[in-house]
């Protein structure tokens, strides 16, 4: 029955709602292109951002800054930004999805970080970090589009959820 | 209002719906090596209408794994034809239903054709898309969309277009690879797919006001849409002409793309400085309006220019006694579909549950899920109302009810709640917390967006 309800309906929902969480110290996060991505804000140098990632299944992971220096903190294992990165991905997205994404078990942040560091994950290059760095700043000029009064009829396929994830 | 006619069957619905849910099937392996059933039986469902010979060419290119674009605009185009008919047949249903008078008809509005190498480009993909099916969908063939939605989106006059692909598409890339898909939400995404084709037409998606509406607006409340990267908030209201003419419903929309860690109160914040409305349905006021432009299917195009307060107005006041006077709008022919049916109602004398309202022995279906969490009206408040001004909606078969605001008690004290009750801004404790959050949110991005944008 709630099959044949979701194949019909129009406005079966797919993805689930992000939660809102602080955004201070890791402005963006998403789960796309097989990894946890995102960019993390440098506790000493507002100037200075990180853009971490860990991938899916085999957890190598990433971070230096978005002018390419590596980070000091990732050598041999996750450093500080991308811990702040899976917690908040956690809160953003939920645990369940997270490590659904990631393919790791974990009820919690602390859970799923604990299991991907002990597999010993390696230490991948860093040639993810400029189109991580570009899809946050492809987020950020979302602020810069003007609103509309003209209505858009094609939002009716994209009614909100209360549903929790 | 008579909700047995409600769940009553539409004679040939089943039919029409059926031969849309077998075309559905097709674009689930993709086109490239299709299931020919559906395709011809879409052809046959409009054998008797203007499109026969453009869809059953279509069709029979389709089926031979041959098509070219303009033979998918074609399938689109039967696809949503059929739909229509399903949607002018509901909206029979509710006429009789709630009683009221349906507006004029609006006439056909040859639109701008402007912008059409990014229409080019968008169909192109959508053609793409179709061959590869939902089953076939890999991150490169979702991925062909994002230049062309990100120039879309800068341009105005694109913006339908621009909005449903980003949300289509963000689906679509949330469900890769789609051979490891456990269910596929077939309809849907059949009905984004032939919806963004057919935008692709130069001029589809065109939306000139035809008139102004001077007079008095009674809101009666807010529906909210929202994808990750857009929101739109519409308010449906009864418009009073100065002319004293016949009252009939109206919407009034802002919508803007956003960030999607943009959410809840922040959405309103967003959208609160670019429609007065939002601060007057929060205050409880009517609104005046002077000369605002209004297009043939009842849809304001707001400028606060041509807007002034007015004096309170109680939105369950006016679902007694405007709402049954208005006529409805007649929505125009390339945008019937059945998920665009958002019709307001008042009901009352009914027992109610949290998914059930149950009127004169007849149960018809709440759907909670659609109220906003940015707002005061919860399940559990619907759970206990004694009346409630609603949206009438279809999906999936089942008529059901979007409440906007419910009357119920709380304390021993008659109260009245409504969905959009924060759409202005809130003093209520919860809402006050969550509107600091979002703003909180929304200047770090900011910031980080001028240290970081224009570099």
């Not at chain 2, 490891?180 to 939306?207: H, K």
């Not at chain 2, 659609?370 to 009206?377: D, S």
């Not at chain 2, 770090?444 to 570099?455: D, I, N, Q, V």
Request: proline fraction near 6%; charged fraction near 20%; hydrophobic fraction near 45%.
């Amino acid at each position: 029955m709630l099959s044949e309800h979701r194949e019909r309906s129009s406005t079966a929902r797919v993805i689930p709602p992000a939660r809102p969480r602080k955004l201070a110290k890791v402005p963006f996060v998403e789960l796309a292109d097989g990894r946890l991505q995102g960019v993390v804000s440098s506790g000493s140098d507002v100037e200075r951002v990180y853009v971490s990632s860990v991938a899916a299944g085999n957890y190598e992971f990433a971070c230096s800054t978005n002018n390419n220096r590596p980070c000091g903190g990732a050598y041999g294992a996750f450093c500080k930004h991308i811990r702040s990165l899976i917690s908040e991905a956690v809160v953003q997205y939920g645990a369940e999805r997270v490590g659904r994404y990631l393919k790791v078990d974990g009820e919690d942040a602390q859970s799923i970080t604990a299991a991907m560091d002990l597999t010993s994950p390696a230490q991948g290059g860093n040639t993810a970090a400029a189109p991580v760095f570009s899809r946050f700043l492809h987020h950020l000029a979302y602020l810069e589009l003007a609103p509309t009064t003209a209505p858009l009829p094609e939002m009716q396929w994209f009614p909100p959820t209360r549903a929790v994830v | 209002m008579r909700a047995d006619l409600l769940v009553e069957t539409v004679a040939g619905l089943d039919e029409a719906l059926g031969v849309v849910d077998a075309f559905d099937r097709a674009l689930v392996a993709g086109l490239l090596r299709p299931q020919a059933d559906g395709l011809f039986e879409l052809a046959d469902a409009v054998a008797g209408t203007p499109l026969a010979a453009r869809v059953a060419e279509a069709a029979e290119k389709a089926a031979a794994g041959a098509a070219g674009e303009e033979h998918f605009v074609a399938l689109a185009a039967a696809r949503t034809a059929l739909l229509g008919s399903v949607h002018d047949a509901l909206v029979l249903r509710v006429e009789e239903a709630t009683g009221r008078a349906r507006g004029e008809e609006p006439p056909q509005v040859v639109g701008d054709r402007s912008a059409v190498n990014l229409l080019a480009a968008a169909r192109s993909w959508l053609a793409d898309l179709a061959r590869s099916g939902w089953r076939g969908i890999d991150h490169d063939v979702v991925s062909g969309a994002d230049q062309v939605i990100s120039a879309m989106l800068k341009e105005p006059g694109l913006r339908r277009l621009a909005t449903l692909l980003d949300g289509f598409v963000a689906e679509l890339a949330a469900s890769c690879p789609g051979a490891s898909l456990d269910r596929v939400p077939e309809r849907r995404w059949a009905d984004l797919w032939s919806r963004a084709m057919l935008l692709t037409q130069p001029g589809a998606a065109d939306v000139s006001p035809t008139a102004t509406a001077t007079g008095r607006l009674l809101p009666l409340g807010v529906d909210v849409h929202e994808h990750p990267t857009a929101a739109q908030a519409q308010v449906h209201a009864v418009f009073e002409p100065e002319d004293g003419s016949t009252p009939r419903l109206v919407r009034a929309s802002v919508s803007v793309p956003k960030p999607d860690t943009i959410l809840g109160a922040g959405i309103w914040q967003l959208l609160r400085p670019h429609m007065s409305l939002l601060a007057a349905i929060s205050e409880g006021r009517s609104m005046t309006l002077t000369q605002m432009p209004i297009t043939a299917e009842g849809d304001l195009i707001w400028n606060d220019e041509q807007a002034r307060q007015g004096e309170p107005a109680d939105a369950f006041t006016t679902a007694r006694v405007a709402l049954p006077t208005a006529t409805t709008p007649v929505t125009a022919a390339l945008d019937r579909h059945p998920a665009r049916i958002a019709v307001p109602v008042f009901l009352e004398g009914y027992s109610s549950t949290k998914d059930t309202f149950t009127l004169a022995g007849q149960n018809l279906a709440v759907d909670t899920d659609r109220v906003p969490v940015a707002g005061p009206l919860t399940p559990e408040a619907v759970a206990a109302s004694s009346a409630c001004i609603g949206l009438l909606r279809w999906d999936a078969g089942v008529f059901s009810v979007q409440p906007l605001a419910v009357e119920t008690t709380v304390r021993k004290k008659a109260v009245a709640v409504h969905a959009g009750a924060w759409a202005g801004g809130t003093t209520d404790k919860a809402g006050a917390k969550a509107e600091k959050a979002a703003t909180d949110a929304a200047a770090l991005l900011r910031e980080r967006a001028g240290r970081l944008l224009r570099r």
